[in-house]
């Protein structure tokens, strides 16, 4: 299809970035990384990858984002287990920070 024939609602999906907009194959050359390390990351339950319609993983920026961070934790010797709940833990934090700041501002 030609772009400018698309959906105009569905080109605004890619500033979302939450939206799966990259294939595995894509999401691992991006990172510079194998498609095992991230079903490594999906069976640890960090990332949970939507699924195409013929059940191929689809990731968004958000979730690249954090697969990077996990492989910058392996590059520096960490085990990928012991670097998935560093980074979920490190996401536990940063929620909470932003919802105390928001407390704090409405008070």
């Known amino acids: 299809m030609i772009p400018d024939q698309q959906d105009p609602a569905a ?3 890619f500033d979302d970035e939450h939206y799966p907009a990259y ?3 894509r999401a691992a050359d991006m ?3 194998s498609q095992n390390f991230l079903r490594s990351l999906d069976e640890a339950g960090l990332i949970e990858p939507q699924r ?3 059940g191929h993983r689809r990731y968004s920026r958000h979730q690249l984002r954090i697969a990077a ?3 910058e934790l392996v590059d520096q010797g960490t085990a990928v287990d012991a670097a998935c709940r560093i980074v979920s833990l490190e996401d ?3 929620e909470a920070q932003r919802r105390n ?3 704090q501002a409405s008070h």
Do not use: D, F, I, Y
């Open 23 to 25: 294939t595995m194959g």
């Open 101 to 103: 700041s928001g407390e």
């Open 92 to 94: 536990q934090l940063h």
């Open 11 to 13: 080109a605004g999906k």
């Open 52 to 54: 195409s319609a013929g």
């Open 31 to 33: 990172l510079g990384t």
């Open 69 to 71: 961070r996990v492989r």
